[in-house]
């Protein structure tokens, strides 16, 4: 049951991440990136990290693409219009990804420990594996106040600089 | 085939009935009740008391030419109404009804399943019904459509954070993300729900006014405005698609009221502490309200019955008040209240803030768009954030 889960959202994903590339129309990419980020989702909550599942949803699928969405709306941004590629382009294009992938696929396999495997289900299951209990809400809460307060409270103040600094931009604009 | 899953099974056809049902005959209800608010009848032709409107309506809808717009983007448009009705119907399956029951000695509880991080699932999809709307409003190609889509979209994202700040206070008193344990940690009457054992009357308003807007509600419901929008995000959706953003609107509204149930109200438990034991004493405490109220019911219809202002009321409300009279009889009996006690009190108290819905869209006037910003972004947002921050204080001093 897991492993059929997780193929059918692992394809979802890629296809949806794929589609994000081949649509033309802004708002099919935006859609299909919710796919991506829907999808994720559930792969999280397979490896039983239900909160951090959840936060993916509320934060990137609910919240990010939201505005992603409203803005293109607001834009009414049209279709994208495709020009004749070059000859390089369409000779070298397919081997060049393949190659990278390959390459990619070469390093994760190098430099990855090797013994190591997550299962289904493992941060939430039963047992007294190190991984434990990860994904529960209570240990994401306590490693954000203790292990990384800092890290967790410069990233707040940050983003509330970066909102500053959108109004302050916004705001000479309009006068 | 597991137990558990012909369990499940069975238990997902019985919500999804009983939810679609009541889904149906809240509208009803809803077009009853802001027709007496204005003094008319109301649904009256089809069947006793338009009871029967419901089914009639979707009829109606379904047998309605299924038009599909020029212009529009088709795969978009064809989602957008699927979304909205799906993310509507996600959300109820993590609402616990009620407690565990014993069937020929298999327990089970009346909810379809229980996640620990339940409050933030409900949060998730509704956050995810925003799609419903804003692509239905962009992919119909249309100035009207679009703006109502757009509206819709502000609206949900600048109430949803009021929305979750409101719950997260709640959450902080029980000190669970479990819709079932929040429940349990209310246990034992009135005073210790989260409305006043914790103080939490201030986040029970403003979750109220953030769920009226986040449903698109009256006073709040601007994606829809007719005089200025003609039907706002749905105006090029017709037959079906129509209906399924109205059935939306609907199951969105029973999900909030559930869960205001559930974070503020105490859940399913009564307003004192009840003891389901075969003591009589207690079986005729806790059956007392909803006995007294059926009884009430019962005798009212038979009078109406006896008294007919219609030729057909003669049987029709003699046949609901012996219904009534049943049901009230029902609540006494021992084996039942365990698990129909809890079911009504979770009923009323989410029937009561259903009503609340209904009884201010016959009260309020619309608001401005802008006033509507103002008021989440500069008003709802920092009290909130007040209320928050006031009972973690507290909490932690407590604890």
Redesign the interface.
């Known amino acids: 049951m897991d492993v059929v889960l997780f193929l059918v959202f692992a394809i979802i994903a890629v296809v949806a991440a794929i589609n994000v590339v081949v649509q033309t129309h802004p708002i099919s990419s935006a859609v299909s990136l919710i796919g991506v980020m829907g999808s994720l989702a559930v792969l999280y909550l397979l490896l039983g990290a239900e909160f951090i599942a959840a936060a993916q949803v509320i934060v990137y699928a609910g919240a990010v693409m939201v505005l992603f969405i409203f803005v293109i709306m607001l834009l009414n941004a049209g279709a994208e219009i495709k020009r004749g590629r070059s000859i390089m382009v369409q000779l070298l294009g397919v081997p060049l990804l393949i190659a990278f992938l390959g390459l990619v696929a070469y390093f994760v396999e190098r430099l990855f420990p090797k013994g190591v495997s997550v299962h289904f289900g493992e941060f939430t299951g039963p047992g007294d594996h190190a991984l434990h209990g990860f994904g529960s809400a209570q240990a994401v809460g306590r490693a954000l106040f203790t292990t990384y307060l800092l890290p967790f409270e410069v990233t707040s103040l940050l983003i509330l600089i970066a909102i500053l600094g959108a109004i302050v931009l916004a705001r000479k604009e309009l006068d | 085939m597991d137990l558990f899953i012909i369990i499940t099974l069975i238990k997902l056809v019985i919500i999804a009935f009983v939810l679609l049902t009541a889904v149906a005959y809240l509208q009803w209800v809803e077009r009853k009740v802001i027709a007496h608010i204005q003094v008319r009848p109301g649904p009256y032709r089809v069947g006793p008391h338009g009871l029967l409107q419901p089914l009639a309506d979707v009829i109606k809808l379904i047998t309605k030419e299924d038009l599909l717009p020029p212009y529009v983007?088709k795969?978009?448009y064809l989602?957008a109404p699927f979304i909205a009705v799906a993310m509507a119907l996600l959300s109820i399956a993590v609402i616990p009804f009620g407690p565990i029951v014993r069937v020929d000695g298999y327990e089970t509880y009346m909810q379809l399943t229980d996640?620990?991080?339940g409050v933030?699932?409900i949060?998730?999809?509704s956050?995810?019904g925003?799609?419903g709307v804003?692509?239905a409003?962009?992919a119909s190609n249309n100035k009207y459509a679009?703006l109502g889509?757009?509206r819709s979209?502000?609206q949900?994202?600048s109430y949803?954070l009021p929305l979750a700040l409101a719950v997260a206070s709640p959450l902080l008193v029980s000190n669970t993300?479990s819709l079932r344990d929040l429940e349990f940690a209310q246990k034992g009457g009135i005073w210790h729900w989260n409305i006043l054992h914790g103080g939490q009357i201030i986040a029970f308003l403003i979750f109220l006014i953030a769920a009226f807007a986040e449903t698109n509600r009256v006073p709040f419901d601007l994606p829809e405005a007719e005089n200025e929008l003609v039907a706002g995000f749905h105006v090029e959706y017709s037959s079906m698609k129509f209906a399924s953003f109205f059935m939306a609107e609907y199951l969105n509204m029973v999900t909030v009221s559930a869960m205001a149930t559930l974070l503020f109200l105490g859940g399913w438990d009564a307003p004192w502490p009840a003891e389901y034991g075969s003591n009589l004493g207690a079986l005729l405490l806790n059956a007392a309200v909803p006995t007294v109220i059926f009884v009430i019911a019962g005798l009212t219809a038979l009078y109406h019955g006896a008294h007919p202002a219609h030729k057909l009321d003669r049987y029709t409300l003699t046949a609901f008040g012996v219904i009534f009279l049943v049901l009230a009889a029902v609540f006494l009996v021992p084996i039942v209240q365990g698990w129909l006690l809890p079911l009504f009190w979770f009923c009323a108290k989410t029937g009561m803030i259903l009503f609340a819905f209904i009884w201010i869209r016959g009260t309020l006037p619309r608001f401005r768009y802008d006033q509507l910003m103002g008021f989440a972004w500069k008003f709802l947002f920092p009290v909130a954030m007040l209320n928050l921050l006031v009972t973690s204080l507290v909490v932690a001093w407590v604890s």
Do not use: D, H, R
């Open positions: 983007n795969p978009l989602f996640l620990n991080i933030l699932f949060l998730a999809v956050s995810m925003v799609y804003a692509l409003g962009w679009l889509g757009l979209s502000a949900m994202i949803e993300l």
